[in-house]
């Protein structure tokens, strides 16, 4: 049976050139995040440089403030812990001192066959389509996440109750920024979904799985009726 990991990627765009003062903070606090990051339970790999860190690694040739982060994991909840229940929580708490504030999702996640080393240029074709379709089975999100391809029934009723609870939000009149970072309250459609910076709005259940919104108890009957007409028209 084929096993699969977790990739990672992020981006930002720094507030100011790599040696500029204002970034000293950040700059001090790379090699200890990415020491416990090698270090963490279920850590396969990160994108690198000469330097041994990402930070030189210009994913966008025209913007030398444009950064990327890459990252794979044995397991969602592997990743889950290391970003959020260790010293990482301090350098992301502080993310608006070192990046601006960008158009689209920043982060995505996807499933990959153990082995296979992600490229750059595949996160970003999962950031354009997470930006594109809202998070699906092809890119991912922390908030509204898919298990993987070969889990068992139980694991995938986990991640299907977390989608219940993102989905429901939806629907009580509430958006959330693609990447999943926050919420802001929904002033207009009670069903649409958007990043907080991205122009398109798009409906919350229009890519989602049929079988899902129709096992949500809390989602209303006419979406759940909706999902199953949508049935395989789905992406």
């Known amino acids: 049976m084929t096993r699969?990991?977790?990739?990672?990627?992020n981006?930002?765009?720094?507030?100011?050139?790599?040696?500029?003062?204002?970034r000293e903070g950040f700059r001090a606090q790379l090699d200890p995040i990415n020491a416990l990051a090698d270090a963490s339970p279920g850590f396969v790999w990160r994108l690198q440089a000469e330097a041994s860190n990402a930070a030189t690694i210009?994913?966008?040739?025209?913007?030398?403030r444009?950064?990327?982060?890459?990252s794979v994991t044995i397991s969602f909840e592997a990743l889950q812990r290391y970003v959020y229940q260790s010293a990482h929580v301090g350098p992301l708490r502080d993310?608006?001192?070192?990046?601006?504030?960008?158009?689209?999702p920043i982060l995505a996640l996807w499933w990959i066959p153990a082995g296979h080393i992600p490229t750059v240029a595949e996160g970003l074709d999962r950031l354009v389509h997470l930006k594109e379709h809202g998070p699906t089975r092809h890119s991912?999100?922390?908030?509204?996440p898919f298990p993987a391809p070969n889990a068992k029934s139980s694991d995938a009723a986990g991640f299907d109750a977390r989608f219940c609870e993102?989905?429901?939000?939806?629907?009580?009149?509430?958006?959330?920024?693609?990447?999943?970072?926050?919420?802001?309250?929904?002033?207009?459609?009670?069903?649409?979904i958007r990043s907080s910076l991205q122009a398109r709005p798009q409906n919350a259940f229009h890519h989602a799985d049929p079988a899902r919104v129709t096992r949500c108890p809390n989602i209303r009957v006419s979406e759940r009726n909706a999902a199953r007409a949508r049935g395989s028209t789905l992406h």
């Open 58 to 64: 210009r994913p966008f040739g025209g913007d030398d």
């Open 140 to 144: 991912l999100t922390f908030r509204a």
């Open 166 to 192: 993102w989905a429901t939000q939806r629907t009580a009149h509430s958006v959330i920024s693609l990447d999943g970072s926050r919420m802001v309250p929904e002033t207009t459609s009670p069903l649409r």
């Open 4 to 9: 699969f990991h977790l990739a990672h990627v």
């Open 11 to 22: 981006i930002g765009r720094f507030v100011a050139p790599i040696d500029d003062p204002v």
């Open 66 to 70: 444009m950064a990327i982060n890459m």
């Open 95 to 104: 993310r608006r001192r070192w990046f601006d504030s960008i158009d689209g």
